[in-house]
């Protein structure tokens, strides 16, 4: 452990600065520079939310531990952020994943679980709530894909497109949800919407970002025996999920339609940051939604090759996304700019 972790022991506080400064940036450059938009209130609920789910995914993607051994390290790690499990057990638990991770980033995060944990205990009850609520489902998402691809040297895929938008959802679509709560608790006049109204746009943006993963990700999906598109649809075109790589141009009606219905999400993504009125957690918010749509836009325009090849956006662009934003305060007609402009280029 290095000395810095040691020092932290022995200060809380510089703890949870670490884990939302050198931790954070270390596993995600895109959500750090994000989350610098927020105000302060906001700032840890959230690091400590997405620093809680991405252990969760390393965990849960360790290779080198068979899927059942990763189901029960998760199973028990969900139980000992819930509170309903001994800390030191899934501290020791997941200590074993650490040697196993390729990525030193994952590799630290990892090593960090103890003063996650301790910063949970820590936060502010109504916040801690909101954290181990989400991260129940997020778990719960992990925890199913673990069990329906439990064999990667067969291709299988997802039974009907409900079981697409569940997986979307416990991952990626309750996060919307999670975010609406705190922004609705800490933000005097967050929206001009209404509680009610932003949480099911804050819900379908989520689910739209997760399934533009899931398209990007296709190809490397299906090589690990992962097809998260629905069985029935692929039969109704008449292949199979094994068929997908050597006859990618029959699998383009299913592709592009989920496609569709990615940019719809993106959509509620819009509505949901136009309708925010501190400018820093408009910026902040809409950020997501403009890779999105830049990331959508390159696979519209690759097509059927993008199974072969891995799509990404560069830092450099998105930097440049962040720099206008911050330049003209997120304004509505600038972000729609942005948006326009990374859906077209």
Known sequence: ?????????????????????????????????????LPTQLRAPIALGYLLA??????????????????????TLSEAIQAKASREIVINQVASFVPLQENAAERTLLESLPDCLEWLQQIDGADREDIRAVLEKITQGQMLDL???????EIRALQTAADLDEYTYLVAGCVGEFWTKLCFRHLRGFASLSHDEMLPLGRRYGMGLQLINVLRDAGSDLRVGR???PEDELRAVGISASQILSEPDRFQSIYQRWMKKAQDGLQCGMQYSRAIENWRVRGATVLPALIG???????YRTGASALEKKIKIPRSEVREMILSLATHFAS???IDAIFNRARVS
């Open 1 to 37: 452990m290095n000395s810095d972790a040691v020092a932290g022991v022995r200060d809380p506080g510089r703890r949870s600065q670490r884990l939302q400064t050198d931790i954070l940036r270390s596993v995600s450059r895109s959500f750090y520079l994000s989350i610098r938009f």
């Open 54 to 75: 991405r252990t969760t995914d390393t965990v849960a993607d360790t290779a080198g531990v068979s899927r059942s051994v990763r189901f029960e390290a998760l199973k």
């Open 147 to 153: 069990n329906h691809f439990d064999n990667p040297a």
């Open 227 to 229: 097809c998260y598109f």
């Open 293 to 299: 749509a830049r990331t959508l836009a390159l696979l």
């Open 332 to 334: 509505r007609k600038q």
